[in-house]
C-alpha cells in the first residue's frame, strides 16, 4: 500500500467551480500534510500545509484535514484556467515527507 | 536569485557516464534533499542531509551517490549513468516554518537528465 494516494485524474471544472481534491495516507503517525501545485515541467510550489483536524483557508483555497478517516482535501473555490495544473498531496512523517502521484486539474473557461 | 538553485538544468549523457547534479541553497536550511520524479510514480526520495555530517538513504538510493560539501551545498552523482535513471530531479531543502515546528519542503528549478 502506497503511503500517500490521490486519485489521477484527470479533474476537469468550468471556470468559477469549485475544485476538490482528495488525498488518503497509511501512516496514522503522520503529523503535516501538505498540497503542492506543479505546473507542467516545473518544481512543486507550496499551496497550503495544515497539521491539525479541520479546515484551514487560504484567499480560495482550503484545505481539510481528518486524522481519524486519513484524509486530506483542498477545495479551489472560483477556479481559474491559471488553476490548471498538477496538484501534489505530501505528508510529513517522522524525518520523511512522502508525496502521492498527483491530480491533474484542468479549468475549462 | 533562486533561493534554491540546481545545475545543469538540462543534461544529456551516454550509458555509462558518470554525472553530477548540483544543489546550492541561500536559505541557510540545514536539511537538504534529493528526488527524482517520473511520469505515473511522482516524487521519490534518493537522498536526504540534515547536515554537513549526516547522510541518509532514501528510497531509491542504489545507483547514485551525494556528497554535502557545505551546508548550502549538496551533490547528487550517478557513477555510471542507465537510461531508466533518465528523469527529472528535484533537490529541496526544508525547515520548520513556524511555531508548530512544521518543515516545509522548498524545491528548486529541476534538472532534467536523459541518459541515452
Known amino acids: 500500500q502506497k503511503e500517500v494516494e490521490q486519485n489521477s485524474g484527470p479533474l476537469s471544472v468550468p471556470e468559477g467551480a469549485i475544485a476538490s481534491l482528495n488525498c488518503t495516507y497509511s501512516?496514522?503517525?503522520?503529523?503535516?500534510f501538505f498540497w503542492y501545485r506543479q505546473y507542467s515541467g516545473k518544481s512543486p510550489e507550496l499551496i497550503m500545509f495544515i497539521y491539525s483536524n479541520g479546515d484551514k483557508e487560504d484567499g480560495r483555497f482550503t484545505a481539510q484535514l481528518n486524522k481519524a478517516s486519513q484524509y486530506v482535501s483542498l477545495l479551489i473555490r472560483d477556479s481559474q484556467p491559471s488553476d490548471s495544473a498538477t496538484y501534489l498531496c505530501a505528508v510529513n512523517h517522522g524525518n520523511q515527507f512522502y508525496f502521492g502521484t498527483g491530480t491533474s486539474l484542468t479549468v475549462i473557461p | 536569485d533562486a533561493d534554491v538553485t540546481q545545475t545543469p538544468r538540462n543534461r544529456i549523457t551516454k550509458t555509462g557516464k558518470r554525472i553530477m547534479l548540483e544543489c546550492s541553497q541561500t536559505k541557510g536550511h540545514d536539511r537538504m534533499y534529493w528526488y527524482r520524479q517520473d511520469p505515473g510514480l511522482g516524487l521519490r526520495l534518493i537522498y536526504y542531509?540534515?547536515?554537513?555530517?549526516?547522510?541518509n538513504k532514501g528510497e531509491i538510493s542504489d545507483g547514485y551517490s551525494v556528497s554535502r560539501q557545505a551546508q548550502a551545498k549538496f551533490s547528487l552523482s550517478l557513477e555510471s549513468a542507465i537510461p531508466n535513471q533518465t528523469a527529472l530531479y528535484f533537490c529541496?531543502?526544508?525547515?520548520?516554518?513556524?511555531?508548530?515546528?512544521?518543515?516545509?519542503?522548498?524545491f528548486g528549478a529541476g534538472s532534467r537528465l536523459t541518459v541515452l
Open positions: 501512516d496514522r503517525g503522520s503529523q503535516s
Open positions: 529541496a531543502t526544508s525547515d520548520p516554518i513556524d511555531a508548530s515546528g512544521a518543515n516545509v519542503l522548498t
Open positions: 542531509s540534515f547536515d554537513v555530517k549526516d547522510i
